[in-house]
């Protein structure tokens, strides 16, 4: 059988192009490791689609890896395909076939729903063999009209037995960073990622040994020296302490010399930790803030403290670790005071990078059916206007805000960004971390440079 898998990230315009698509080549590993051979075709650097519809002439099954976001693009794509090849199979698998299995049997054949190591295999020799596909657990299809979802797969306990991600399939002489995942769930019940993010991994934890990480990362730290390695996980940090001590440990015997950075939560870290994460290489943490208001953290069910967030970033200053500080207004009980907390806080904690993002009920969380149950969706979200919660939006709101217009809620944002960004360009050129990152990153370069212009002209008329 002959397998087409692709990442449809064409001209998308997010961060797609920092890293790699990590999941897409997880499950290239476990297909290859079932002797399955199967192309790849990575469209976020792809200025057209010959390679793909190439590619989706001679293929058997096509399976595509995506998110919510990206299924519109998905979904059309595929149109594309079926012109080429109207009999070959289709497969979707990733966030939106798990959290949404009818609507991407809109489309697709057959949906991939939870993890993806060993459904995919099961599921490709059934299709080979021209098999009944009641028998795989994890997937739902069509049958007679009908849409049928399996049993649940379980997750894989023990992440050491999954194979490691097929680095061939990815070009990083175009990515910027090396991803990695060390743990995958998270056990908190933050009300704009739950319960989307459990039918994903989980609602345990589960962890991979360090001498696994390290068997993994050793030659990718001799492959590319000066890439910067990015911990995917939600919470890299949930990890015990001796968890970090045995990864610098492991690092030490082995030679291996990396730089990386991770996401975490405020509480999650002190300084032991942090002195031991930096010893084996960490120098940059991204910090889900959320907010300056106790009361709209609460809100979110974020389950921690703004102390929490001046302590953690304290510590991390002390220690050299740069901290990225993000953060989310227009929330739907959030007022303009609850906004000018977070300002207030930005400036207090002064991170190393920030991102303002704006609330967002994304379909699978809680957010979302809060703002179903209070009417509070807009007509841009109806009609799928909204990629990103990071997007500016242009006054366009995906809920009715209770204290707050749009414009109020952009105000706080420019605030914030006009603040930051004075501060990031007088402060951090200083970092010779961000003089590596501006040598290496032409994104990077770019966004410098429109700031300086923006930020330093002294003709521009300026607003609040």
């Not at 698509?21 to 976020?44: C, E, N, R």
């Not at 490691?164 to 990695?180: C, I, Q, T």
């Not at 960004?421 to 003089?435: H, T, V």
Request: charged share 30%.
């Amino acid at each position: 059988m002959n397998v087409l898998l692709v990442c449809p990230a064409y001209k998308f315009e997010t961060l797609t192009t920092t890293e790699e698509p990590l999941g897409a080549l997880y499950i290239g590993a476990s297909m290859k490791q079932a002797g399955y051979h199967a192309d790849f075709v990575d469209l976020t650097f792809e200025k057209d689609l010959k390679r793909l519809l190439a590619s989706a002439r001679r293929a058997d099954c096509v399976a595509f890896s995506s998110t919510t976001q990206l299924f519109p693009t998905a979904r059309t794509l595929l149109a594309s395909i079926l012109e080429v090849n109207p009999s070959v199979k289709t497969v979707i698998g990733g966030p939106h076939a798990t959290a949404f299995a009818e609507d991407a049997l809109s489309s697709f054949d057959v949906a991939v729903v939870g993890e993806g190591e060993a459904t995919t295999p099961d599921l490709l020799r059934c299709l080979d063999r021209g098999e009944s596909l009641t028998e795989v657990p994890g997937i739902a299809f069509k049958q007679n009209g009908r849409v049928v979802i399996n049993p649940a797969r379980p997750f894989v306990q023990d992440l050491d037995k999954i194979a490691f991600p097929l680095r061939e399939w990815a070009d990083y002489s175009k990515y910027r960073r090396v991803g990695l995942m060390a743990t995958r769930g998270c056990p908190y019940k933050c009300f704009f990622c739950k319960p989307m993010q459990d039918k994903l991994f989980g609602k345990k934890i589960r962890f991979r040994s360090p001498e696994n990480v390290a068997e993994e990362i050793e030659p990718l730290a001799r492959a590319y020296p000066r890439k910067v390695f990015t911990f995917k996980d939600d919470m890299l940090t949930v990890n015990r302490t001796s968890w970090f001590r045995e990864l610098r440990e492991q690092f030490e015997a082995r030679k291996i010399r990396v730089r990386w950075q991770c996401n975490s939560r405020v509480d999650t870290v002190d300084e032991e930790k942090l002195t031991l994460m930096k010893e084996a290489g960490c120098y940059h943490i991204y910090f889900g803030v959320e907010s300056g208001s106790q009361r709209i953290l609460d809100f979110y069910h974020k389950g921690t403290s703004v102390e929490k967030a001046v302590e953690a970033f304290d510590r991390c200053h002390k220690l050299g670790i740069l901290p990225n500080a993000s953060v989310i207004i227009g929330a739907p009980e959030e007022t303009r005071e609850d906004m000018e907390q977070t300002f207030r806080l930005m400036k207090r904690l002064k991170p190393y990078k920030w991102l303002v993002h704006i609330a967002t009920p994304f379909p699978g969380n809680y957010l979302n059916e809060y703002a179903k149950e209070n009417d509070l969706f807009t007509d841009h979200f109806l009609h799928g206007g909204l990629v990103s919660s990071a997007n500016p939006y242009e006054g366009k709101f995906p809920m009715k805000l209770k204290y707050l217009s749009p414009e109020d809620v952009l105000e706080v944002r420019r605030k914030i960004d006009r603040h930051m960004k004075r501060r990031f360009l007088l402060k951090s050129l200083l970092m010779p971390s961000l003089w590596r990152e501006l040598i290496t990153s032409s994104g990077l370069r770019r966004e410098a440079i429109r700031s300086l212009k923006k930020h330093f002209n002294p003709f521009r008329r300026r607003n609040v």
